[in-house]
């Protein structure tokens, strides 16, 4: 298992171009984790883990799951109220015992149905990919990603929209053809699965910091901090494998999460049709739009092995555990919703937040491409039919070596410089709009993104200042704005 897997290159060159660097020199269980003390360099996530970050690690550790359980009891117990249960538990009519006894009880089901998703989502996983080579235009088939810290070049099989064409086609044809059980299913057994998504989620993360310790796959590109908890919170390997493909990063997040995504809805649909007789039009607003993000994932999987997630963040509790149990639980909660409170739209917000998801999803698509063009050609592209203008930036990679990137400034980049999260929070918005203005619990989701999205401007640019130095300065006087042009 700790054999290298993927290539290791002698000359990391392209790292100048993918964003990240060993910090230290190997010896990472002894590396110095304070940010003030960083060599040139050593500009990748580093942590100076003190109280104030212990205390939060411990507080997000306890409360996470807590606040997933807590939004989806509020449906089936509380009629999709926030505030009810907390109002309960503060004047003592409900205690927390109490609540827990309301949940459905883990049962053999919810088992079986996990275990078949993953097998048939490993089965997937293996399969060569063939939309490759009959999608004009589709990146499929053997990809490689970003090089790592240590100098690997690790070797993807991209083939998720395929699979994820198969399971939904299959998903669809057993609910209007074979019947082998209702695709109702999932919602009616939803309670159970939380409990069985958690203990996936706390078990493979258990197991990947154990195998940090034990059996790395590659074990410069570790990081240790002073901090038990943040490690298991944040996760010490970078791309934890087992044998040469199984990429515990892609598979959980891309085959348990994003294609679990559509098919839970479509079996949020499903249960409305078997309560009401019909679907709602906010209800299918949802799918149609949730759809687009998830099919936009797949459809671009080669790109998002070059993305923060797979090039910077380790994988542990904050990746496994929030794939496995946040995703499903709240990102899905607007059609949950539905499920409860079904609701009509009239044509004309319809036809409005239609538009509204449309247009960001345009504008996030647009931004994530014209940088990875620009970067892929670097710079021998045009961005809005001219050659664009960019910043040469040098930086120190972490064998101590001065590198090359260039900074975009023409097209989105010009605008500000995080348009793709403006893009994404516009679609976000769109989906808990779509729900209607009966509840806040389905805007659960455009609070959340808004916090996840403004954290990671705040950590990028962090990153972006340690690596780029005074070029990061010009470039923020060139393009003052992070999300929204003239406000902030
Ligand atoms: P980005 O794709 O914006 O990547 C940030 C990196 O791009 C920087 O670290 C820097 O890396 C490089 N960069 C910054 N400015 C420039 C510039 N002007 N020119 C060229 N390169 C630049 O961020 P993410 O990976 O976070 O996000 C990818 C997408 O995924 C986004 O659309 C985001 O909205 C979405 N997302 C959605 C989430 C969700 O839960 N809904 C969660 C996370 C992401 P370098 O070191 O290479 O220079």
């Known amino acids: 298992m700790t054999g290298m897997q993927g290539t290791r290159r002698q000359d990391p060159s392209n790292a100048a171009t993918n964003g990240i660097t060993l910090m230290g020199d190997g010896n990472v269980g002894q590396m110095k984790t304070v940010a003030d003390d960083r060599k040139p360099g050593e500009w990748g996530r580093a942590w100076n883990v003190d109280l104030l970050t212990h205390l939060t690690v411990i507080c997000i550790l306890l409360t996470t799951p807590f606040i997933a359980l807590y939004l989806h009891m509020a449906c089936p117990e509380f009629d999709c109220s926030v505030t009810a249960p907390l109002a309960r538990f503060l004047d003592g009519s409900l205690t927390f015992r109490a609540f827990l006894e309301r949940a459905p009880p883990l049962n053999g089901l919810a088992f079986k149905m996990a275990g078949s998703w993953i097998l048939l989502q490993l089965f997937f996983y293996y399969i060569p990919d063939v939309f490759g080579y009959i999608l004009p235009g589709y990146a499929g088939g053997i990809r490689y990603g970003a090089v790592t810290p240590a100098g690997h070049e690790l070797k993807y099989n991209v083939n998720g929209l395929q699979s994820w064409t198969i399971t939904n086609v299959l998903w669809i044809l057993n609910g209007v053809y074979f019947k082998w059980f209702s695709p109702a299913i999932i919602v009616d057994n939803w309670g159970q699965l939380f409990w069985v998504a958690n203990i996936l989620g706390y078990g493979v993360s258990v197991f990947v910091m154990i195998k940090a310790h034990l059996f790395p796959t590659h074990a410069h590109d570790r990081k240790f901090s002073s901090s038990f908890l943040y490690d298991f919170l944040m996760g010490i390997e970078l791309n934890p494998r087992l044998g040469s493909m199984f990429d515990f990063k892609l598979f959980v997040n891309s085959r348990i999460g994003m294609a679990s995504w559509s098919v839970i809805n479509i079996s949020y649909a499903w249960k409305q049709y078997e309560n009401y007789g019909y679907v709602t039009n906010s209800m299918i607003l949802v799918n149609v ?136 929070l516009f679609q976000s918005l769109a989906f808990c709009l779509a729900t209607g203005f009966d509840h806040i619990l389905p805007y659960f989701y455009i609070t959340f993104i808004s916090g996840l999205l403004l954290n990671r401007c705040y950590r990028d640019e962090q990153s972006c200042k340690l690596k780029y130095g005074e070029n990061w300065d010009k470039y923020c006087a060139r393009v003052p704005y992070r999300l929204i042009p003239g406000i902030y």
């Open 289 to 424: 739009l949730h759809g687009f993000y998830v099919i936009d994932f797949f459809w671009n999987e080669a790109w998002y092995l070059k993305t923060i997630d797979i090039q910077h963040d380790h994988f542990g509790f904050y990746l496994c555990w929030g794939i496995f149990v946040w995703l499903p639980w709240t990102y899905t909660l607007q059609g949950f919703y539905l499920v409860y409170h079904p609701t009509q739209l009239p044509k004309p917000v319809f036809i409005g937040i239609l538009v509204l998801g449309i247009a960001s999803y345009c504008i996030f698509r647009a931004v994530n491409h014209q940088k990875d063009l620009f970067r892929r050609t670097n710079g021998n592209c045009k961005i809005w039919g001219k050659k664009p203008e960019f910043i040469e930036c040098d930086y120190y990679s972490g064998d101590g070596k001065k590198r090359r990137s260039k900074l975009l400034l023409s097209g989105w980049w010009g605008v500000t410089r995080h348009m793709n999260y403006t893009g994404d």
